[in-house]
């Protein structure tokens, strides 16, 4: 028998699911595009400490795949186990946008991923090069649909609910929703930049340890160069996506900002921005709050007393609860800021040539630093998802169904032994990920493989080898 209880359990048990599979996707999108720069640059410059580095983080890249498929194709079931009804509503539109996904992203990606994996030397470098090149397009075309699908229950359109099931009308009103491009772009770039920030603290760590510094010296002063771009174009891109919640989802934002009261534009009362507050949803206002005053006008309305509309303009069964927005917000765009300036530090450290190979090694602070930043975006995605998936509540798809009318009708028992069952199996995959991850680490690179060059090259390379056993390896230690 259905209850609020049986309720919230199924939602806690999804947003487990969602939250620990979220770890991964975004990791490996950004990892794919790095690994393609990686082995651009070997082919480019013959540089064989690229190919080292390429190998190297393609095992990072392979760990973090098969955690995401594992996790993926248990969301997959969630949604047909915890969100029946929704599943069965949404069929026409969400339904097939997961088709979509499958065939041309998954399906796509399976077929090169092989061959990225298992093809040195084995096919030629531009061959594998493409293969590379695939992988990574087709990792972008999954959060291509994937951002889509969940846009489109954030800013439904291009459908009408006619007898419980969402038909489709207009198919590119409801693929390019309001809110979809803004936030595929905000979710790409924050993919771009977990990558980059791994990168980093990984070469950071060998760095520190004083192990392969040469050759990790290399990916960490291009990371770092490409972070101060990224990190400042995500600070930016958040804000465009902000003005989409703003315009289209207002009651959202207002939850995001701990926004209760609507301020009229005769500058009486001003609407500041609440650096940090105690929300208290059943007075409907703050307890207490640190207010930049007309903060939020500027923010939102770029004027300085536009008006932005608080909670109090929006029916009190359809206020979403404010604390997981407000602070998840908050911690979000804290992380942020401070990548954008960790970027900026490594950065400054370039120029001023304190992150050579032979000096690298001074700048220790810099590289503990460097290190923490690599879990933070992790942090990031985490909040900023949560972020948007509460504060579009009460409603599952946006002013269309309500989250009680989508998730599964189950008893206490039923969501009890779910949840229990997907907590452990989420667990046993993060423990394995992170154990195998951290082995791949502490092993190192290797440097004694021969370079695969792949095809007739690969072939010529090993006949020019001398016999005697004490050869020198291909590539020396740095």
């Known amino acids: 028998m259905e209850s609020a209880t049986a309720i919230m359990l199924t939602r806690l048990d999804f947003a487990w699911v969602a939250s620990m599979h979220f770890l991964y996707p975004p990791l490996t999108i950004g990892l794919a595009l ?4 990686a082995e651009w640059r070997w082919m480019r410059t013959e540089d064989d400490a690229w190919y080292r580095l390429t190998r190297f983080f393609e095992k990072l890249f392979i760990i ?13 079931m969630a949604f047909g186990i915890l969100y029946g009804p929704f599943s069965q509503a949404a069929g026409p539109y969400f339904g097939n946008v997961l088709g979509y996904e499958t065939i041309t992203a998954f399906m796509y990606e399976a077929g090169f991923i092989g061959l990225m994996i298992f093809g040195w030397g084995k096919i030629s470098r531009r061959m594998h090069l493409f293969a590379t090149f695939n992988v990574m397009l087709s990792s972008t075309l ?10 489109w229950m954030q800013t439904p359109d291009g459908v009408e609910l006619r007898d419980g099931i969402f038909n489709v009308t207009d198919w590119g009103a409801a693929i390019f929703n ?8 905000h979710m790409w770039i924050a993919a771009t930049e977990m990558a980059l920030f791994f990168v980093i603290a990984v070469a950071a760590y060998f760095i520190l340890k004083q192990r392969h510094v040469a050759l990790f010296q290399r990916p960490l002063a291009w990371a770092l160069l490409a972070a101060a771009l990224v990190a400042p174009l995500q600070i930016y891109m ?17 939850a995001m900002e701990g926004h209760y009261h609507t301020y009229n534009d005769d500058g009486s009362v001003n609407t500041g921005w609440h650096i940090i507050a105690w929300p208290n949803d059943a007075a409907g206002d703050n307890d207490w709050a640190i207010t930049i005053p007309h903060a939020l006008s500027l923010i939102e309305t770029h004027s300085w007393n536009g008006v932005v509309p608080g909670l109090d303009q929006f029916p009190e069964a359809e206020r979403p609860p404010v604390w997981v927005p407000f602070y998840g917000f908050r911690v979000m765009v804290a992380i942020g800021v401070l990548l954008a300036l960790l970027a900026f530090w490594g950065v400054r450290l ?26 933070l975006p992790f942090l990031a995605i985490w909040t900023g998802w949560w972020t948007r998936e509460v504060a579009r509540q009460p409603w599952l798809v946006d002013g269309m169904m309500r989250i009680e009318d989508g998730v599964s009708r189950m008893t206490v028992a039923g969501a009890t032994t779910w949840l229990v069952g997907f907590i452990v199996f989420e667990l046993v995959v993060w423990a394995f990920t992170w154990y195998f991850m951290a082995k791949v680490i502490r092993h190192g690179p290797d440097m004694e493989a021969p370079v695969l060059r792949g095809g007739d090259e690969w072939l010529g390379h090993l006949e020019s080898q001398p016999d005697d056993d004490d050869a020198a390896p291909a590539y020396e230690r740095p």
């Open 64 to 76: 973090n795949f098969g955690a995401g498929v594992a996790t993926g194709v248990t969301m997959e």
């Open 350 to 375: 370039i120029y001023k040539g304190r992150l050579t190979a032979l000096g690298v090694t001074e700048t220790r602070w810099f590289l503990r630093a460097a290190i923490v930043g690599g879990f």
């Open 142 to 151: 999954s959060a291509f649909w994937i951002m889509n699908a969940n846009s």
């Open 34 to 37: 790095l690994l393609f720069f």
């Open 178 to 185: 309001p809110s979809f491009l803004s936030s595929f772009f």
């Open 238 to 254: 958040g804000d465009e996506l902000g003005q989409v919640i703003g315009e289209n989802q207002p009651a959202a934002l207002a």
